[in-house]
């Protein structure tokens, strides 16, 4: 019980330090989505127009790689970043930008096979009319990409929750650095193996909070796009 | 828009069209001219006749197995001489004036003219006032008019309605109606399909009656409906089931 009540004690008297590593969490996460969103969001709406020898191949590759495993995914970032790895000259290895990078590996697969579905289930929807509008390859892709655009939010939404949970890759690339690369995740993973259940529970409140606000702005936003753009 | 001067497009020539897909048989050896006179042509018969293939094809839109059409003598229908309208238009997730600015991009037409046109067009198909309105929103009556002004968007020297008024109430297949004469007059060659055979009297210039994806009869309307040459148009016409 005391447990609890030092947990609230900190998120509610503004704890400097619980705040500069929920702070870092959502700029590490929110990026990583951003940046995921911009390669898989197209390349979804690409996959599901464009026909080719293998799509169904890929298709299948694309759902698979939404299951990739965050260590694995850490593992492979860290040998490329590392000073002998063939990124290594970049210094990138235990920074924010290199858990954005694992992250956004991680979560645009999510982002693409979700968009892939979205956007095709649109496209049988529209192809006839747009076809009939003699509409041009790029037109369609942007065009049922903003149609889709409410949808598409929980794919965001998806990769967001991907990000946000995640702590095997960010703990290999990032290190865990205090006030550096320590994030939420990583820092409840830390404080509970030191035993230091306080901080663990507080971020871990912290943490559902915010996920759960997120979603609930996003769904607001969806549910007023709809309701103006029908 | 504006009246058209005669369109080179037409006529629309079948010659032994055939459509096969998934080894059913559309359309069968049809040989048909829709020709350039500016009265609408009206595709009737029952469901699984051929109309909406037909339709389709005369727009381009799907290849023929076997024959060949050509449009004024040529091999193709240029994209911008030709609207289809579907039986079940689909609304982009826009406003009313959204979709018809849609289709004005899409067919080319300079962004400064595009507000101009736009009005123009939703005027012409009643929905002034509901610019703003989610297009999905509009009722099916406003949606099939809306789909009718973005059609028309492409200021098409023919247009295919493929059964505009298929689920419509009669004030609504009405509103329609009264956009079809209007368009026609304005030079537009229109050619629809329907299940409605006062509908067919009404706006028909000339008939095109299919049954199992061949051509029964076609001919003036006028001369169709007093004096229907075959036997299976007089039992359409009398409303019985074709068989």
């Given amino acids: 019980m005391s447990t609890d009540v030092s947990a609230f004690q900190l998120v509610f008297t503004g704890d400097p330090a619980l705040f500069a590593i929920v702070r870092l969490s959502l700029i590490v996460s929110l990026s990583a989505v951003f940046f995921a969103a911009l390669i898989g969001i197209p390349a979804g709406a690409m996959l599901a127009l464009v026909r080719f020898p293998g799509r169904e191949g890929v298709i299948v590759f694309l759902n698979a790689l939404m299951g990739l495993p965050p260590v694995v995914v850490g593992l492979a970032i860290f040998l490329t970043l590392s000073r002998s790895g063939p990124l290594g000259q970049w210094g990138l290895l235990f920074t924010p930008?290199?858990?954005v990078i694992a992250q956004t590996i991680l979560v645009a697969p999510i982002i693409a096979a979700l968009a892939r579905q979205t956007v095709e289930d649109l496209w049988v929807e529209y192809r006839d009319e747009l076809a009939a509008m003699n509409v041009g390859a790029g037109r369609r892709i942007a065009t049922l990409i903003w149609d889709a655009r409410f949808s598409l939010v929980t794919a965001l939404l998806a990769g967001f929750g991907r990000a946000a949970a995640e702590v095997g890759a960010i703990i290999i690339v990032g290190g865990n650095i205090d006030g550096f690369t320590r994030t939420m995740t990583t820092a409840i993973a830390l404080e509970t193996s030191k035993g230091d259940l306080p901080l663990a529970v507080g971020l871990g409140v912290v943490l559902i909070t915010i996920v759960i606000l997120i979603n609930a702005l996003a769904w607001a936003a969806r549910r007023a796009g709809e309701h103006y753009a029908g | 828009m504006s009246m058209r001067s005669p369109t080179s497009e037409l006529p629309v020539i079948f010659t032994d069209?055939?459509?096969v897909?998934?080894?059913v048989t559309i359309l069968d050896g049809i040989s048909l001219v829709l020709p350039g006179s500016s009265a609408p042509t009206v595709l009737i018969g029952p469901n699984g006749s051929g109309k909406t293939t037909l339709l389709r094809a005369a727009m381009g839109l799907i290849p023929v197995t076997r024959g060949r059409i050509t449009w004024g003598g040529r091999e193709t229908l240029p994209p911008d001489r030709g609207a289809i309208l579907f039986q079940r238009p689909v609304m982009l997730r826009r406003s009313a004036a959204g979709n018809v600015r849609y289709a004005l991009a899409a067919a080319g037409v300079p962004r400064v003219a595009r507000s101009e046109r736009t009005a123009?067009?939703?005027a012409l198909v009643g929905l002034t006032g509901l610019e703003r309105r989610p297009a999905r929103k509009l009722s099916g009556g406003e949606q099939?008019?809306?789909?009718?002004?973005?059609a028309l968007a492409r200021d098409p020297a023919?247009?295919?309605?493929?059964?505009p008024t298929a689920s419509l109430?009669?004030?609504a297949a009405n509103a329609i109606e009264d956009i079809v004469r209007a368009v026609t007059a304005r030079g537009v060659k229109v050619v629809m399909s329907t299940h409605d055979l006062g509908q067919a009297k009404r706006l028909?210039?000339?008939?095109?009656?299919?049954?199992?994806?061949?051509?029964i009869e076609n001919g003036s309307a006028a001369e169709f409906f007093a004096k229907p040459r075959t036997q299976e148009a007089r039992t359409f016409i009398a409303g019985e089931l074709l068989v």
């Fill in chain 2, 144 to 150: 099939q008019r809306l789909a009718l002004a973005r």
């Fill in chain 1, 97 to 99: 930008q290199a858990m």
């Fill in chain 2, 158 to 163: 023919i247009l295919f309605l493929d059964e």
């Fill in chain 2, 204 to 215: 028909a210039g000339e008939i095109v009656l299919l049954h199992r994806g061949r051509l």
């Fill in chain 2, 169 to 171: 109430d009669p004030a």
């Fill in chain 2, 21 to 23: 897909a998934a080894d």
């Fill in chain 2, 120 to 122: 123009e067009l939703l």
């Fill in chain 2, 17 to 19: 069209v055939a459509i």
